[in-house]
């Protein structure tokens, strides 16, 4: 059984930095596509960015670029999200999610319960 967990989530002000962890269990995260997405109060929910199994990053929010980082570490099975230079815009409720192929060209399968990010201008 997979599951995925999300930590790291809080409230910051306008220009502060939160790191979020998902822990995967069930999937080896490096071997497979692995992602974040969020989804703010009346929106659909959007990607952020993704890893796939060999290590390629995509960020799919041109919002978010240069201010966002997706990275895993393999010992810890574990995902995660730097966010720097927070914006009031990036209020939302992230998720991890991950697919059981290595490209990310699959359904998104696996999803966390999430994690809230509030920024305050």
């Known amino acids: 059984q997979v599951q995925l967990v999300e930590s790291g989530g809080g409230s910051v002000q306008s220009g502060g930095s939160l790191r979020l962890s998902c822990v995967a269990s069930g999937i080896t995260a490096s071997s497979a596509c692995m992602g974040w997405f969020r989804q703010a109060p009346g929106k659909e929910r959007e990607a952020v960015a993704t890893i796939n199994g060999y290590g390629i990053t995509t960020y799919a929010a041109d919002s978010v670029k240069g201010r966002f980082t997706i990275s895993q570490d393999s010992a810890k099975n574990t995902l995660y999200l730097q966010m720097n230079s927070l914006k009031p815009e990036d209020t939302a409720m992230y998720y991890c999610?991950?697919?059981?192929?290595?490209?990310?060209?699959?359904?998104?399968?696996?999803w966390g319960q999430g994690t809230q990010v509030t920024v305050s201008s």
């Open positions: 999610a991950g697919q059981y192929v290595r490209l990310c060209s699959g359904p998104w399968k696996y």
